[in-house]
């Protein structure tokens, strides 16, 4: 064999071995997808909760969400200039500000608002809940009821 095509078989050696090689790069390390981090759901529930709960509602009395779950709890006789009681007024505008965010991001929420054990029926389960294949970030906070056990509301985000 002349030195020539020595030379050339060497070079075509090596290209074959960089090909192979960055293939073997792009298989490994481009196609796989970061791990999904738990913090981001944590914190944007734990947030979207803080400026939930303060929101003020300004068809019914200028009361806060906070101020109409405690109502719907306690009496359910605060009555909106929309017509609606406590209850209806606080799973409508949580169900409207769960859609507005987490809907328009085509996430899947779940909001509950329970005291102790027992349910309150308007607001248990707003929005869809998790399935069991799905993982969730939680978040709650608790909204004090002046002389019993303070209500639980409770978000989970879907991943």
């Not at 200039?81 to 991001?105: H, I, N, P, Y």
Request: glycine letters at 6%; one cysteine or more.
């Amino acid at each position: 064999m002349k030195r020539s095509q020595t030379e050339i078989f060497g070079l075509a050696f090596i290209v074959i071995l960089l090909t192979m090689g960055i293939f073997f790069g792009l298989f490994f390390f481009v196609g796989k997808k970061p791990p999904p981090s738990k913090g981001v759901e944590s914190v944007l529930a734990a947030n979207w909760l803080n400026a939930a709960l303060n929101t003020v509602d300004e068809e019914c009395q200028d009361a806060t969400l906070r101020e109409l779950y405690q109502a719907c709890a306690q009496t359910n006789t605060l009555l909106c200039s929309t017509g609606d009681k406590a209850c209806q007024r606080a799973a409508f505008v949580s169900q409207s500000m769960l859609d507005s965010t987490f809907g328009e991001w085509n996430r899947q929420f779940n909001i509950r608002v329970r005291q102790g054990d027992n349910q309150i029926p308007e607001l248990d389960d707003v929005g869809e809940a998790c399935t069991l294949r799905q993982s969730r970030e939680t978040k709650t906070q608790f909204v004090a009821l002046p002389g019993q056990t303070p209500l639980k509301v409770r978000l989970d985000l879907c991943r």
